[in-house]
C-alpha cells in the first residue's frame, strides 16, 4: 500500500483546534462509518472541593471556558491567577454531537479542514458510494458543517466525486473564512478517455445556499500522477498547491506539486512545476502553504538524502514574483526509513514548520517523532525549535499528521495507533519559549478500537498570545 493511499483497513482519526477548543474524530465504530467529535478546553486542578469555576472567554467574550477543580494527591497547583498552572491535568471534553459519516465503509474524516474561528469544517469521506445503493464505488463525498452554537450542521448538499473510484475527498483545504474550499480525487481518470488515475482537484465557493464548483476541474498531468493526493489553499482561498506524489517528471514516480491562482475565470498555474529530487521520492505526499501563499512548504517522505534509506524530506519554497524557489537547504530525515516529510505544517505568516516523522525509532520501533524548525532570516537557515517530540510507545506512528497554527504557538500531532492500543490519539502542544509543552490530556479514538491508517486534523487561529488561555 502506497503510504498516501486512502484504502483504509477500519479507522481513520483526525483533531485541529479552534480558538474556542478541539474538533477530533475517527473513521467507524465497528462498521467505518465515521464519527467527528467537538470539544472545549477544560482544566482538572487539586483543591479542597470540586467546583467548577466559569471564565469569560478572552476574544468571544459571550462565550464560557470551564475550569474544573478536583482533588488529586500528589499534584502540586498554583492558583489561576498568577497564571500558572499543571497543563497535564487538563483535559478536553466533547463540544457538540458527533458527526457520523453516512454509510458503512465510507472513510469520514479521511481528510478534514476548519475555517480560521473553527466554525466551518469540510469532512471528507472518500469511500462514500454518493447515494448509490449496494454498489461499491467508492466515488467520495465531502460533507461541510458549521457550528449553530449547540452542534455542527451540515452546511448545504453533499459534495459527490465524478466518477466511480474517484476518491473524492481524500483531501480537503477550507479558506479563512471557511466559503471556499478544495477537495482531491488522486484516483480520477480525468479528460481523456483512457487516463488511469490521473488525479483531479475541484474547488468550491458558498453561494449563500450551498457550495457551487469554481472553474473547470484540474487535472493532473498524466497517468498515475494521483494528482490531489495532498493539497493545500491560501487564507484567502485564491491560491492552491496541489501534490501528485507519483508524477514522474524528473524519474518514476519522483512526483511534483503545481500551484495555481484563482484570475477570476479560471485557475492558472503560478509558476512552473516543482519536482522532486530523485525517482521513487514521492515528493508531494504532503503540502502546505501559508496564509498568503507565498510560502510552500512539500515533504518527500521516501527521499534518500546521501544514500541513506527512505530518511525522507522537506522543502520550502517562496515565491520570487515569477516562480517558487527553494529556501535555505533540505530539511532531512534523521534515521533511515523514518519517512520523515510524511506530513507537514508550515505556520500562518510562513516562519514556522512542522515535520512528522511517523517510522522513527527513538522510543521504539516506528513510535514516530516530530520536530520543528524556525526560519532565521539572518543566517537563512531553518533552526531547530525545541527538542524532538517523541511518540510514547512503539508502533504509535506518532507524527501521521501534524497542524501548526498561525504563528506556530499551538501544534497538535497525531498517533493512529499508541502500540497496543489502537484507538488513536492527538496530543496538543503549546510553545512556552523553551519547549513544546502538551496542552492537556491525549485526545483518544473511538471506544470500540480498531486499526487505524491514517491521521488528519488542521488547526485554526488562537487569537491572542497575550490571553491567558489562548495562544496563535
Known amino acids: 500500500m502506497l503510504p498516501f493511499s486512502i484504502t483504509l483497513s477500519r479507522f481513520v482519526f483526525f483533531a485541529f483546534l479552534t480558538s474556542h477548543g478541539c474538533v477530533f474524530g475517527y473513521d467507524g465504530v465497528g462498521d467505518n462509518h465515521g464519527v467527528v ?12 472541593k470540586p467546583m467548577i469555576t466559569k471564565l469569560v472567554h478572552p476574544v468571544a467574550g459571550n462565550e464560557l471556558v470551564h475550569i474544573q477543580r478536583k482533588i488529586s494527591s500528589g499534584e502540586s497547583y498554583k492558583d489561576m491567577k498568577d497564571g500558572i498552572h499543571d497543563r497535564r491535568l487538563e483535559v478536553w471534553t466533547q463540544r457538540g454531537f458527533d458527526i457520523d459519516g453516512e454509510a458503512a ?32 464505488n467508492n466515488r467520495g463525498h465531502v460533507r461541510v458543517y458549521s457550528w449553530n452554537n449547540t452542534n455542527y450542521v451540515q452546511r448545504g448538499a453533499d459534495i459527490n466525486g465524478e466518477a466511480a473510484n474517484d476518491r473524492f475527498g481524500t483531501s480537503v483545504s477550507i479558506s479563512y473564512d471557511g466559503n471556499t474550499f478544495a477537495a482531491g480525487a488522486p ?27 469554481r472553474g473547470s476541474d484540474i487535472d493532473g498531468e498524466a497517468d498515475f500522477d494521483f494528482s490531489g493526493t495532498s493539497l493545500s489553499i491560501s487564507g484567502d482561498g485564491l491560491l492552491l498547491a496541489i501534490g501528485a506524489p507519483l508524477n514522474d517528471g524528473n524519474g518514476s514516480n519522483s512526483g511534483h506539486v503545481r500551484v495555481y491562482i484563482w484570475n477570476g475565470t479560471a485557475h492558472v498555474q503560478r509558476g512552473i512545476d516543482i519536482d522532486g529530487e530523485a525517482a521513487n521520492d514521492l515528493f ?18 521516501f527521499n534518500d538524502p546521501g544514500g541513506n534509506n527512505n530518511r525522507g524530506h522537506v522543502r520550502v519554497f517562496t515565491w520570487n514574483n515569477s516562480h517558487y524557489v527553494q529556501r535555505g537547504s533540505d530539511i532531512d530525515g534523521v534515521a533511515n526509513t523514518e519517512r520523515s516529510g510524511t506530513s507537514t505544517s508550515i505556520s500562518g505568516d510562513g516562519l514556522v514548520l512542522a515535520i512528522g516523522a511517523p517510522f522513527n525509532d527513538g522510543n521504539g520501533t516506528n513510535s514516530g517523532h516530530v520536530r520543528v524548525y524556525i526560519w532565521n532570516s539572518t543566517t537563512n537557515t531553518y533552526v531547530k525549535r525545541g527538542n524532538d517530540l517523541k511518540g510514547k510507545a512503539a ?22 495507533i499508541n502500540g497496543t492500543d489502537v484507538k488513536g490519539r492527538v496530543r496538543v502542544y503549546t510553545w512556552d519559549g523553551m519547549q513544546y509543552i502538551q496542552k492537556g490530556r491525549d485526545i483518544l479514538g473511538g471506544a470500540n478500537g480498531g486499526l ?4 488528519s486534523f488542521t488547526i485554526s487561529h488562537w487569537p491572542s498570545r497575550g490571553n491567558r488561555g489562548t495562544c496563535e
Do not use: C, M
Open 37 to 48: 467529535h467537538g470539544s472545549i478546553r477544560e482544566t482538572n486542578a487539586a483543591t479542597v
Open 187 to 213: 484516483r480520477n481518470n480525468g479528460i481523456a478517455i483512457n487516463n488511469t488515475n490521473t488525479g483531479h482537484v475541484r474547488v468550491f465557493t458558498w453561494n449563500n445556499s450551498h457550495y457551487v464548483q
Open 452 to 455: 487505524i491508517w491514517k491521521v
Open 105 to 136: 465503509a465510507d472513510g469520514f474524516g479521511s481528510s478534514v479542514s476548519v475555517s480560521y474561528d473553527g466554525r466551518i469544517i469540510a469532512i471528507g469521506a472518500p469511500l462514500n458510494d454518493a447515494g448509490v445503493v449496494n454498489v461499491n
Open 395 to 416: 508502533f504509535e506512528e506518532f507524527g501521521t499528521s501534524v497542524s501548526l497554527s498561525y504563528r506556530g504557538y499551538a501544534l497538535t500531532v497525531g498517533a493512529p
Open 284 to 301: 508531494g505526499t504532503s503540502v502546505s502553504l501559508s496564509y498568503a501563499g507565498d510560502v510552500l512548504a512539500v515533504g518527500a517522505p
